[in-house]
């Protein structure tokens, strides 16, 4: 069964800390992504990464940093938590587009409140 | 960057009916993805669509790929309350691998 998981559900912090929310997909896939979930505003990609050290700007980059040292593990920082940074947070995977149609594999998110 | 429109935002509607959602955008998709996202998960493929004029069905659940490669619609026949969370469009093309998505339209079940 493909998995995605993140390595936290649930995170409180304080502003100005640094925190790290970590994805494992076990699929093998190059490709993998950060987006961020607010009511309303639907899913806005933060970081993109097709491959281990390449990444990409979505179109939410401002406010986070993004590390792949290892296929399978994608990293999202924020280097100083701000409370606007308070969202779920979703990883995704996927293969490339010439083997898929692009169908991406979700993590069951993490939930970030900066107080 | 490239922009979906979805509709409606929310739905309300009794068990049993059926509904209907579409998604519509300013540029060209070669392939069209719904997905569902349940309460407290992530979102999950429920059908993909690449070949512009297609209709696909997967068990209630039928999506078109319109001519235009401009829009998709999702219909869902009977519905039930296991139907509720919410669902996301995605449009994208063969060379990024990268999708666009709906800000996504919950639906909610009366039984």
């Not at chain 1, 979930?37 to 990409?56: A, C, H, N, T």
């Amino acid at each position: 069964d493909v998995k995605v998981t993140q390595s936290s559900r649930y995170l409180v912090k304080r502003t100005g800390e640094k925190v790290f929310l970590e994805c494992v997909q076990d699929m093998d896939h190059e490709n993998m992504f950060w987006y961020r979930q607010d009511p309303g505003l639907g899913l806005r990609l933060i970081y993109f990464s097709y491959d281990v050290k390449m990444k990409e700007k979505g179109d939410i980059p401002e406010g986070y940093s993004v590390s792949r040292e290892k296929k399978e593990r994608f990293s999202l920082i924020l280097e100083s938590a701000s409370t606007n940074q308070t969202s779920m947070y979703l990883c995704a995977s996927s293969s490339p587009p010439d083997v898929t149609y692009n169908e991406q594999f979700f993590g069951p998110g993490t939930r970030l409140t900066v107080l | 960057g490239q922009q979906l429109n979805q509709s409606p935002q929310s739905m309300f509607i009794q068990e049993g009916e059926d509904v209907s959602m579409n998604c519509t955008s300013s540029s060209i998709f070669n392939t069209w993805l719904w997905y569902k996202q349940d309460p407290g998960e992530g979102p999950v493929l429920l059908i993909a669509l690449y070949k512009a004029g297609e209709l696909t069905s997967n068990g209630r659940l039928t999506a078109q790929f319109g001519i235009t490669r401009k829009d998709s619609f999702l219909n869902i026949s009977a519905s039930i309350p296991s139907d509720v969370g919410i669902y996301f469009c995605a449009g994208s093309n063969t060379n990024a691998g990268k999708s666009t998505f709906g800000d996504g339209t919950t639906l909610t079940v009366k039984p």
